[in-house]
């Protein structure tokens, strides 16, 4: 008697799936070639309208990119040049070719204090003014560096970063200014 019971208990679990399965499969092929249909629409329109985004996203890209390099390819002034020089570097602007190693941690400082303190102002045009200063700066620290001490080399590659880090986030602004249209 206590088999009898525990086997009905034991086929009990079968039971149920059994009644499981065949109830979720009381819709029709025509059902659910219907829902099939309906969700494919949904996807059919969701991958239309992220192709058109795309599209209109992939223009202004392409219009940024193109006036960007229209601006790049007319030479900077010589004499803006000279007069942003001496607004970034201070002393420093008329001797960059002669910076020793003792001196051209200053500049760098003053390159980036100037920097920060005129940023918010400056156009994409004055971004370049700033680079060309910036990479004459390069060129003459590749020229002292084996001199450089460690410690001084350490705190001009993080203002290196923070030189490239400050110009990158005005190209994402104007980036994203471009796109957001």
Same mark, same amino acid.
């Given at each position: 008697?206590?088999?009898?019971? %525990?086997g009905?208990l034991?086929?009990?679990?079968?039971?149920?799936g059994?009644s499981?399965l065949?109830?979720?499969?009381?819709?029709?092929?025509? &059902?659910? @070639?219907?829902?099939?249909?309906?969700e494919?629409s949904k996807l059919?329109?969701?991958?239309?309208?992220s192709g $058109?985004?795309l599209?209109r996203? +992939?223009?202004q890209? =392409?219009?940024?990119d193109?006036?960007?390099h229209?601006r $790049?390819?007319?030479?900077?002034?010589?004499?803006?040049?000279?007069?942003v *020089?001496? &607004?970034?570097?201070?002393?420093?602007?008329t001797?960059?070719?002669?910076?020793?190693? !003792?001196? #051209?941690a +200053?500049?760098y +400082?003053?390159?980036?204090? !100037?920097?920060? !303190? $005129?940023?918010?102002? %400056?156009q994409?045009?004055? %971004? *370049?003014?700033?680079?060309?200063?910036? @990479?004459?700066?390069?060129?003459?620290?590749?020229? #002292?560096?084996l001199?450089?001490?460690?410690?001084?080399?350490?705190? #001009?590659? !993080? %203002? @290196?970063? &923070?030189?490239?880090?400050?110009? =990158?986030?005005?190209m994402?602004? *104007?980036?994203?200014a471009?796109?957001?249209?």
């Amino acid at each position: 008697m206590k088999t009898a019971f %525990w086997g009905r208990l034991a086929a009990l679990p079968l039971c149920l799936g059994a009644s499981l399965l065949l109830t979720s499969c009381d819709s029709t092929p025509r &059902e659910r @070639q219907e829902a099939v249909r309906q969700e494919m629409s949904k996807l059919d329109t969701a991958a239309r309208n992220s192709g $058109r985004t795309l599209k209109r996203v +992939g223009r202004q890209v =392409a219009r940024f990119d193109s006036a960007n390099h229209a601006r $790049r390819a007319v030479p900077l002034d010589v004499r803006k040049q000279k007069t942003v *020089d001496q &607004e970034l570097l201070g002393s420093y602007a008329t001797q960059v070719s002669s910076l020793t190693p !003792a001196t #051209i941690a +200053g500049a760098y +400082g003053q390159l980036l204090r !100037a920097t920060r !303190a $005129r940023r918010a102002n %400056w156009q994409a045009r004055d %971004w *370049d003014y700033a680079q060309a200063t910036y @990479q004459r700066l390069n060129a003459q620290l590749a020229r #002292i560096r084996l001199d450089l001490p460690a410690r001084d080399e350490l705190r #001009i590659r !993080a %203002w @290196q970063t &923070e030189f490239t880090g400050l110009r =990158a986030s005005r190209m994402a602004k *104007d980036f994203k200014a471009v796109t957001k249209k």
